[in-house]
């Protein structure tokens, strides 16, 4: 009998050794997960902390880009509100057919004939698309806006080109072909002040006065120039009213941004 219940005994001896290993072999275990489990969780809070700073910087960045825009805008669109004028002008001068100031008819052209286009400084976001790192920016509307400005931009470039090619063939090339400036003075007798002779045609043309209101008065009867002069009035009207669009596309998205910022920085 006795050696029976030493049998039991024992056995359950060996089977409480056991359960303490168990024990403690899942103890081992359960802190291992723990352990790796935060490791994950503070290796993919330094990722998130990472691509928060890079964040930050992209957006600083663009609003750098799109203010040095506003400021880009807001002078070409006054430089195209006084072609705009200028065209008015000179059509009203062509239209009554005198001229009494030579020298005001040619600074309306100077006014109208010098180009002007707006060329976007969209590094940061060129450099978002191209690394693939444009989802880094959490704020949906954020990336749309972008995306927006972008097709704006690229619609403005293909207005501005073909604008620029009726400038050349209907203001420019008929200018050059019909104003004769070296009559009022021969290169030799420009000298050193040839690159000021820009800034002083008022005596200069004033030598040759007749001839050159001559020359204007056929100039402003050429239904060729008039009706390039005509279209750069209205194109920059056009173009104006597009600046003004994006300016507020501008504004919109810099408070989305400043916004964006302050969260982070929170």
């Known amino acids: 009998m006795i050696p029976f219940f030493r049998k039991i005994r024992k056995q359950h001896a060996d089977e409480n050794q056991f359960l303490k290993y168990s024990r403690y072999a899942i103890g081992e275990i359960v802190l291992v997960v723990i352990g790796i489990l935060i490791a994950l969780q503070i290796n993919n809070w330094n990722e998130h902390r990472k691509e928060r700073l890079i964040e930050t910087r992209y957006l600083q960045n663009l609003r750098t880009d799109l203010k040095n825009d506003s400021l880009a805008l807001l002078e070409i669109r006054g430089h195209r509100i006084n072609t705009t004028k200028a065209a008015k002008s000179l059509l009203k001068i062509a239209y009554s057919r005198q001229i009494e100031d030579v020298y005001e008819v040619d600074s309306l052209y100077w006014a109208i004939g010098i180009w002007w286009e707006f060329i976007p400084n969209d590094n940061t976001f060129q450099e978002l698309v191209s690394s693939g790192n444009l989802n880094i920016i959490q704020d949906e509307n954020i990336k749309k806006s972008l995306m927006k400005l972008s097709k704006d931009s690229e619609q403005i470039a293909v207005d501005r080109d073909h604008m620029r090619r009726e400038y050349e063939q209907y203001l420019y ?71 003004d669009q994006v300016l507020i596309d501008i504004a919109e998205l810099i408070q989305r941004i400043d916004k964006a910022i302050l969260k982070q920085s929170q």
Do not use: C, H
């Open 173 to 243: 090339d008929e200018m050059v072909s019909s104003i004769n400036f070296l009559e009022t003075k021969s290169p030799e007798q420009f000298g050193e002040q040839w690159e000021t002779w820009f800034y002083s045609r008022r005596a200069t043309m004033n030598n040759n006065k007749e001839n050159l209101t001559r020359q204007y008065e056929k100039l402003l009867n050429n239904p060729k120039f008039i009706n390039g002069v005509t279209l750069a009035g209205g194109n920059s009207a056009y173009l104006v009213s597009i600046y």
